[in-house]
């Protein structure tokens, strides 16, 4: 008698925490799972006996959740701590390079381009070895990168020495290597973090990672400043402190991140069926969890034998060209918003609405806590309104806000040509308000779609891409932007203006709403486009994706007003895999 038949006779156990750790070779449980031909191997199990699954499984989603977000936070901390190191009179002094050169825009920026080449690395090790051991590679190899930065010419002792241009060097591998890290985090763990959560809450939960995200660029900013201020810009231990600071992240992450959970769709992707039914166990507990895993399996089916490789996605005419077009265009799109520019270097754009140094310094931590705030109104909406409706609308309130900005730093640097209070309060309330608006529409949407348009087989791929786009992206902006401040000044924001315009109407015209829909449903909007011929949203599928399908309750009132259905019977707009809840 085999394990597996064995468990039909059996009481069965509590799930055990590390169920990762069993052999690759587990097989699908004969009592719930379809043959080919769709009828049941045999009888369903009977009611469980014994012990109920432990209580601390009920907050294991939360746990991951919160795992997430502190592994996210890394990429929020990398921001807020280069905001200052890069005015910092010792930094400057260790690379060798006054404060206005390009130099200060390559250091920064060089971490894109590790960070594209790390997603590559970490989706093809979470895909072959798993997601937990690719996020694990990540956070080591973030600690390596860290420290390189921190010895940049630390001997001889306070002495700020170049090293004959060796700690210039070293900073830049350092970044490099940090991004390699972080890139790969911020490839996997939203793959990890969408493939567990909810159909209906995968937006709630990647936003309050996001959160998270901005609480580290508000930790590394309030550090970076409080040392600045104590001990002065002239300190290299004001801008090393906060660097070596960041280790926290990872060690913390590595201690934690062996307790949690496989994902289950990697799982079953490797056909470790009992691996996967305990984790869902856990997860949703017992009464759900085989018919989360015969959706699990039966969209593994549908997917066997299909290779995808990063040609097929970036390929024209390839299987995954069209959601890879709209993965590129959503973090594109997102660079052109302006906001990478506006974390990095915060102080620089109060000081073009006229405020002094120390003032600027002040009112960009006031800027990153109510960002930090507004977050919550991102986690509570993005579910509720969905993706589309919140990154056109969003586009709309950045251009907006930009433009009163150009108008704002005309009157501060040509017209009066000096700090006006006036002019200082109103610019500072119009940038305010534009973080809130970017934090609420575009910071966490452009994440999550593609971890909700790509099968399985492609899905941690599709989140390299992303990666590789933000990388991308945000190497130009971060190394354009000080170029920007140098030569455009306050006309700066008026190329934001053009450019949020431009991200508006291409995400109203060709990105459509993944929100409430199970991946299967999101793929089917790809399949419909290839039949139709077109990419306009409102031409794909009669324009059902220009928004969120209706809830069940919804559905059947609308129906039963029409005569259509009768209630609670199927129709064509039922969900093709029910959600939970539902």
């Known amino acids: 008698m085999s394990p597996d038949s064995s468990m039909a006779t059996m009481p069965r156990q509590p799930p055990i925490l590390d169920s990762d750790s069993l052999s690759a070779s587990d097989t699908p449980p004969q009592s719930n ?39 996210i936070a890394l990429y929020g901390y990398d921001q807020g701590m280069m905001s200052l190191v890069n005015t910092n009179y010792s930094y400057l002094r260790t690379m060798g390079i006054p404060g206005d050169s390009a130099m200060v825009g390559v250091i920064v920026s060089v971490y894109y381009l590790g960070c594209l080449v790390g997603a590559i690395i970490a989706s093809y090790l979470a895909d072959k070895k798993g997601r937990k051991l690719s996020i694990s590679v990540c956070l ?20 700020d020495d170049e090293w004959d241009g060796g700690s210039r060097a070293l900073m830049i591998l350092g970044r490099v290597v940090l991004g390699l890290g972080v890139g790969g985090i911020d490839a996997v763990i939203p793959v990890y973090s969408s493939e567990i959560s909810k159909d209906g809450a995968r937006g709630r939960a990647l936003a309050k990672e996001f959160q998270a995200n901005i609480g580290g660029l508000v930790l590394a900013f309030a550090l970076n400043l409080g040392f600045t201020r104590w001990l002065g810009k002239d300190d290299q231990w004001a801008w090393r402190a906060p660097i070596l600071a960041m280790q926290v992240f990872p060690w913390s992450l590595l201690l934690i991140i062996w ?54 996605m970036v390929k024209p005419g390839g299987s995954q060209f069209h959601p890879t077009m709209v993965t590129i265009m959503g973090q594109v799109n997102q660079a052109l918003t302006g906001y990478g520019a506006v974390s990095v270097y915060g102080p620089q754009i109060f000081q073009l609405l006229g405020w002094d140094v ?25 579910d509720l309104l969905g993706r589309r409706k919140l990154m056109v609308w969003g586009s709309g309130g950045l251009a907006t806000c930009f433009a009163f900005l150009t108008v704002m730093g005309g009157f501060a640097l040509d017209f009066f040509q000096g700090p006006r209070l006036t002019i200082e309060v109103l610019g500072s309330v119009t940038l305010v308000i534009s973080t809130a608006i970017f934090g609420i529409c575009w910071l966490t949407t452009v994440w999550l779609i593609p971890t909700e348009i790509y099968p ?25 932007t000080p170029l920007g401040f140098n030569n455009l000044r306050y006309w700066l924001f008026l190329v934001f203006t053009a450019t949020n315009s431009f991200a508006g109407w291409w995400t109203w015209r060709f990105s459509p709403e993944t929100g409430s829909r199970s991946f299967e449903e999101n793929q089917e909007f790809f399949r419909l486009a290839s039949q139709d011929g077109s990419w306009v949203v409102g031409r794909v599928g009669g324009g059902s994706f220009l928004r969120m399908p209706l809830k069940q309750q919804d559905r059947d009132a609308a129906n039963a007003e029409d005569g259509e259905v009768a209630k609670g019977d199927p129709s064509e707009t039922t969900a093709l895999i029910s959600r939970p809840g539902e």
């Open 456 to 480: 399985n087989r492609a899905r941690a791929q599709g989140s390299a891409i992303s990666v590789i786009i933000w990388g991308l992206a945000n190497f130009a902006i971060t190394f354009l």
């Open 33 to 71: 799972t379809p043959s080919e031909s769709g009828t049941q191997l045999g009888p369903p199990p009977p009611e469980p006996v014994g012990p109920s699954p432990p209580k601390r499984w009920i907050s294991q989603r939360h746990g991951i959740v919160a795992f997430s977000s502190i592994a």
């Open 358 to 382: 120390a003032s600027s310094e002040n009112m960009t931590l006031l800027n990153y806590l109510i960002y930090f705030g507004m977050m919550m109104v991102a986690w509570m909406t993005i």
């Open 259 to 312: 307790s949690l959970p496989e994902s289950p769709r990697w799982l079953v992707s490797k056909d470790r069926f009992t691996n996967a039914r305990r984790v869902l166990v856990g997860l949703h507990g017992e009464a759900k969890a085989d018919g989360f895993l015969e959706q699990l399996h039966n969209a593994q089916r549908e997917e066997t034998g299909e290779h995808i490789g990063y040609w097929d």
């Open 140 to 159: 080591i190899t973030t600690m390596v990168g860290n420290l390189l930065m921190f010895v940049c010419g630390l001997f001889p002792w306070e002495s």
